[in-house]
């Protein structure tokens, strides 16, 4: 019986380190977000969320000032346009400022943000993982110094922390590079679909589909492309 209870009271020691809720693949995503430096996470994520909507927006209007462009284009000569060179000049400027507010706006400044949190979020999980490579089991040093079975000396690991901080740097960039695409393809669903439907007209032969048929069938070219 104290043999079990010396086994547990170690087994508890052991899983308190800096990494113990860390040793599932939500744990290990989650746990800066839950940390004391929550505030600093939360309101970087919130930063690049916004961001993201924004030029999700961006390319919505982007398609419209498009969209205008070649109006004005196409309807240069026409005898109704009493102003052909200033409607082409206006639509072009438009689209001309969309793409730069979007790009050197919207998009850069997320860049800047979301490189913000890929460098803190690894620093505080390098600064975790260190603690715990160099508790007071000296796990570091007996990974580093190891002996195979029998005192045959084997080629232990080298730079084992170094190794550590290289799987964090490659996991995090690409689980914030993921989100960002996961968050900007949702965005763009609802953004375009919405004045898809604000703009959405009924179409001769296909009656049974009412106001919304322009939609659906620019839905269904995009589900066939």
Known sequence: ????????????????????????FW??????????RWKEAWTLTLFIALLTALAS???????????????AIAFYHDRNNAAPLASILS???????????????FVGIRG??????????RGWLNGRFNEALLNDSHTHFHI??????????HVAPDNIDQRVQESIKGMT????????????VLTSLFFVGQRLLETSAPVNGLEFLGSYCSAVLALVAVAVY
């Open 1 to 24: 019986q104290s043999k079990r209870g010396w086994l547990s009271a170690f087994r508890e020691k052991s899983e308190a380190t800096p990494v113990s809720s860390m040793r599932t």
């Open 27 to 36: 744990g290990l995503m989650r746990a800066y977000w839950l940390s004391d």
């Open 57 to 71: 927006k961006a390319s919505v209007w982007m398609a419209e000032s498009s969209g205008d462009l070649v109006n």
């Open 91 to 105: 639509s072009g400027g438009m689209l001309l400022l969309i793409v730069v507010i979007k790009d050197a706006g």
């Open 112 to 121: 800047y943000i979301s490189a913000t949190l890929h460098r803190r979020w």
């Open 144 to 153: 580093q110094h190891g002996t195979g079975e029998g005192g045959s000396s």
């Open 173 to 184: 960039g690409g689980a914030i590079g993921l989100a960002m695409g996961v968050m900007s």
